[in-house]
Structures are given as C-alpha cells and as structure tokens.
C-alpha cells in the first residue's frame, strides 16, 4: 500500500515527505494506522548523525500511538481495531532477558531491530524499489507502519492519541526511571539535570513517588515556571551559579542528592550528576544519550564512598505490562501530560518541530496525521 512517510535520506539533511509502499504484516508482525507521534531528542540525535546506530534511508519516529488494522498470521494478542503504542523496547515475555527481573531490555528482535529490519531481516518500507529501513522498529513518522506484535502495547480505546502517543518514549522513561530503576523512596532528594521531554517527567515521577526536595538544573530559564507546574522545588541555572555547581547543588540538599538524573545527554553533566550525591548511598541515573565516541569520567573514590552510577532505558519498563498502566495513570489524572505538549502540526510540518526542539521552544511537538 501507498502510506504517508517523512523520510532520512542522510545525516543532517532535512526529512523529505513521500509516498512510500508499505507490505502487509508477516507472520508474527501487525499492520498499524499512526494516528499520532511525538518527535522526541533522540529522533534529532539520529538525523544528525551522532548515533552510532544510525541507519539510512530509513524512516525515524519511536513515540506513537494508532490502531490495528491488519495482523500478520500467528499473530494472537492483537486484533483489528485494538488501539496500540509501539515500543522499541519490546517485551517477548520468553528470552532470558524477559524471563530476568533485572531487566526490561527483552533480546528477541535486538538484532534485526538494530539492523532497521524486521525480525525476518527484511524491510517493509520501500520508496523507488529500494528498501527504506525501519526506526528502533517503531517508524511511527508514517502514517501507517508495520510492527512486530511483541512490540506493541493494547491500550484503553477512550485515551486520546496525541496525548498518549507521548507515553512511547518520553513519560515512561522520565517517571519509570524513577519509579524502576532508581526506586526513589517517599522524603527523598532528588536532582534532575536537564528540564526537556525526559527531565520534567522525572520531576513528575519523582512528585508522584512523593520526593521531598525536587531539584532541577537547565541553562534555558524558561524551564523554572515549567519545572515548579510538575513539582520541583528549586531551579538552578549553572550560569547564575558563584562557583562550582556540585558543590552548591551538595549545599542545596544538604549533603547530597539521594538520587539524581541526567537527561540531556552530557558527558560533563554526567559527571557532575554522580558527585553532587550524597556520599554512603546517593544513586545517580544516566538517561541522556551521548554522542558517538564519548566516555564518562570521575575519580573512583567517588564510587569507593558509595555512589552509585547507573543507566535507564525506556525507564527501565516492560511496555507490554507498564505501558497500560501509564495510560490509565493519566486517564485519572495521575500525571499530567497535556502541558508538556506544546506543539502539534501535520506530517509536512515535521521539520518545524525539530527546529522548535533545537531553539529549546518547545518540550513535545506531536504530528497528528
Ligand atoms: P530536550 O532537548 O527536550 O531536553 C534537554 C534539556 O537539557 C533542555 O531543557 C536543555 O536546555 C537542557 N540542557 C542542555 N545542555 C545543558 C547543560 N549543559 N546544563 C543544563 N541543562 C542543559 O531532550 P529530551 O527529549 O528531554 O532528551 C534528553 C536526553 O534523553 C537525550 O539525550 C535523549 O536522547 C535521551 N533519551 C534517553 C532515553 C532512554 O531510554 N535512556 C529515552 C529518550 C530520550
Ligand atoms: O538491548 O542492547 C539493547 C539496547 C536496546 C535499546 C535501548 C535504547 C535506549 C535508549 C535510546 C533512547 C530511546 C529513545
Ligand atoms: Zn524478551
């Protein structure tokens, strides 16, 4: 079939809005109409050609939300209709991984997923007669796409699309990164290093989980009124600060952090993520993805006097379970995802949310097709 589809021809050129052809669903694969997709940092990470992982052409987008149409055969879970997020993090519920309570990162499809294909080393996307590959195997910048069925979560048919699209990537990272990686107790202190789509959710989780002092550390002042709506406490700009930011940061909460989070993607503000923790249990979690080639650093003594330095992907959820279960926190009014969408546009406007991203305008631009 002929879909819908904002197309990366290359490193650092623009997306190209075209007719692409999409095959059907294969054996264990399910046929998906996109109703809505969030453009999230890591979509503009890979076009610019510092992802590692980054594959072209191919057809980005791991933020969406839309409805079975068609599903390939074996497929068990999933019907036509059903209303689904894709994840690219899936869940097979039978590899080692899966079957490990230590993990969310399900193994079942990394390869080909890695490779931009399907699981049967095949792509379903091509443009001219020539493959377009798949994106973390979501490629929600279509309006239709093919996914595996273990990559995909059904959720509640009356939550709106262009709101829980959003729970494909951004939410579930920021508040599952507290609520399952971390683990953040009632009374913590908690440092959140870069205020955009991941951070401010971190503050939200870290509200919900009933943190005490909720940091939050940006360089665009902006980001203060927007912190305090979702529950931090204090702001600090590193421009604004006299001297050493650990240093006023391990002031602030009154000898450490009990948990921080970087969500930027830094290397140094990993770094300094790790030392303004409180020193016997301060835990400090990376979600930033940093560029090709780039290393952390810190002094060992660091970790010798009990920090603790670890990474989230996804938040640390198994979508298939969790995600559900983020949809129904916002149905009740549990977390609060409307304010953090501050932009929505048509497919051919897609390349307007990526400049609004790079100007710091915006936190979510979501395309409704
Ligand atoms: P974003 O661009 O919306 O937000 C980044 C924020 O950091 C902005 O508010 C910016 O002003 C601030 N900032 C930039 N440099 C800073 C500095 N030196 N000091 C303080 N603040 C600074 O990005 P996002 O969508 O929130 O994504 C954040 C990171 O999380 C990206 O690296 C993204 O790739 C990554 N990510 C990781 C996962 C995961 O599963 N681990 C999932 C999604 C996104
Ligand atoms: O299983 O080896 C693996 C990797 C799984 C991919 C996890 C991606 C995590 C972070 C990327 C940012 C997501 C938008
Ligand atoms: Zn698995």
Redesign the pocket.
Known sequence: MDVRAAVAFGAGKPLSIETVQLEGPKAGEVLVEVKATGI???DA?TLSGDDPEGLFPAILGHEGAGVVVDTGPGVTSLKKGDHVIPLYTPECRQCEYCLNPKTNLCQAIRTTQGQGLMPDGTSRFSFDGKPVLHYMGCSTFANYTVAPEIALAKVREDAPFDKICYIG??VT?GVGAVINTAKVEPGSNVVV???????LNVIQGARLVGADKIIG????PA?KALGEKFGMTHFVN?KEVDGDVVAHLVELTGGGADYSFE????V??MRQALECCHKGWGVSV?????GAGQEIATRPFQLVTGRVWK?????GARGRTDVPQIVDWYMDGKINIDDLITHTMPLDEINTAFDL?HE?KS?RSVVVF
Do not use: E, K, S, Y
């Not at 969500?263 to 830094?266: Q, T, V, W, Y």
């Open positions: 999230c940092h890591t990470f990537c951004g990272t290093f870069g205020l955009g789509g991941i951070g550390v940006d360089l665009n980001r590193p969500c930027i993607g830094n140094n503000t990376i979600i930033g993805v940093a990474g989230t992907a996804f938040g991203m710091g936190i």
